[in-house]
DNA sequence: GCAATATTCGAGCGAATACTCACATTTCTC
DNA sequence: GAGAAATGTGAGTATTCGCTCGAATATTGC
């Protein structure tokens, strides 16, 4: 079992360049939604991208690789959210920032619901770069932190629980087909303020 | 992308061909455990096994067709579990009928999470054997049975979230190497109370 | 004990697939 | 517009891995 290198290879600087990278990702991550990790292979990747299989190989030296940096996009993304839901939580009431919390959750998990359950299982057997485990990590903080300004005992084990059930609800419901967000989105809060009550 | 056979080739008869289909389920699981679906390969669980990749082929006519049948061993251990768990509930206590289910998913999952995650996740992309699909099935059945006898609104889904979201905080809690099962179920009572409260 | 049957063995085949490289094309720079 | 730099190409290589098959060995039934 050898180590893939995940680290990008070259940083695009022209504009088509970049127009690769993009589809590259773009197609990585349809395919995924299509068929899940074992229907993810390089040369398939290039073909929907449209670019060739040595383009790909200019930019990402390994499959590895290119799902590493699908599931760092999608982290940087949800990190934003939960920040933006956090922002203002000494002004405002439990509920209120818990609502906005649970929001960006089920945003970022109910449409793609292949697509997340295969990063999800991705993430257990990757060697993710550094810059990935900081985000999980700030990610784990912003929860952490809002439950301990609400005086939660055992916070960490409270955010733990709580993204990895709730991570698992969306998930299934997706999965079953559900597509109505805000009909999720209550059912999560009922879940999580049951756990916390 | 082929459809793989799954169904097992032949049923052994004398003592070690059982032996050597124990070994091989064996094998499969532990190689799981340590490493996940991508290092699961036919020729390494004969290795780890202790027969040769002949053997293996005798009973299982593709790799698909071990991890179906591991599947269908664990789903068929839950069910009993589940169901005896339910058998009392017209004479006990939601709170009672309750804590044994939580008992039999808490233990099912919690020791050996690398194990539940890659099967969850392989139960998503193989074609499942009718049995698996009505062992699958009754498990749903024995959930929405109970809770619907406690007059639960909306059983189907509620099932289907507590399940979903429960698989994902025992998982959860698993790889995050908690090993105490006692203080996870008692979470996991506060989350499934806590949403149907 | 002897045939019939069940089981085991593992070298090796074929297909899938990750990845390279020498060369062609496009874009940038001045 | 010319040279340099960046980007794109895809046939081809190397390896991994699922799986077969013909031959050897063990067990059973009579």
Same mark, same amino acid.
């Given at each position: 079992?050898?180590?893939?290198?995940?680290?990008p290879r070259k940083t695009p600087t022209q504009a088509r360049a970049k127009a690769s990278v993009q589809a590259i990702l773009?197609?990585? #991550?349809?395919?995924?939604?299509?068929?899940?990790?074992?229907?993810?292979?390089?040369?398939?990747?290039?073909?929907?991208?449209?670019?060739?299989?040595?383009?790909?190989?200019?930019?990402?030296?390994?499959?590895?690789?290119?799902?590493?940096?699908?599931?760092?996009?999608?982290? =940087?993304?949800?990190?934003?959210?939960?920040?933006?839901?956090?922002?203002?939580?000494h002004n405002e009431s439990f509920d209120v920032t818990l609502a906005k919390l649970l929001h960006a959750a089920v945003e970022?998990?109910?449409?793609?619901?292949?697509?997340?359950?295969?990063?999800?299982? =991705?993430?257990?057997?990757?060697?993710? +770069?550094?810059?990935?485990?900081?985000?999980? +990590?700030?990610?784990?903080?912003?929860?952490?932190?809002?439950? +301990?300004?609400?005086?939660?005992?055992? #916070?960490?084990?409270?955010?733990?629980?709580?993204?990895?059930?709730?991570?698992?609800?969306?998930?299934?419901?997706?999965?079953?087909? +559900?597509?109505?967000?805000?009909?999720?989105?209550?059912? =999560?809060?009922?879940?999580?303020?049951?756990?916390?009550?």
């Amino acid at each position: 079992m050898k180590q893939a290198q995940i680290n990008p290879r070259k940083t695009p600087t022209q504009a088509r360049a970049k127009a690769s990278v993009q589809a590259i990702l773009q197609a990585a #991550a349809h395919i995924l939604e299509r068929g899940g990790l074992e229907t993810l292979t390089t040369n398939y990747v290039a073909e929907v991208a449209g670019v060739s299989i040595g383009t790909l190989y200019q930019y990402y030296p390994s499959k590895e690789a290119i799902l590493t940096d699908i599931i760092r996009q999608k982290r =940087a993304r949800l990190l934003e959210d939960l920040q933006a839901a956090t922002l203002e939580m000494h002004n405002e009431s439990f509920d209120v920032t818990l609502a906005k919390l649970l929001h960006a959750a089920v945003e970022s998990q109910l449409h793609w619901p292949k697509l997340s359950k295969a990063l999800e299982y =991705a993430e257990s057997f990757l060697p993710l +770069e550094q810059e990935t485990r900081v985000l999980n +990590e700030q990610i784990n903080q912003t929860i952490v932190a809002f439950l +301990e300004h609400h005086q939660v005992a055992d #916070a960490p084990v409270a955010a733990r629980d709580l993204v990895s059930a709730l991570r698992g609800m969306i998930d299934g419901a997706g999965l079953a087909g +559900e597509t109505d967000a805000r009909a999720l989105f209550e059912r =999560a809060l009922k879940l999580a303020k049951g756990y916390l009550a």
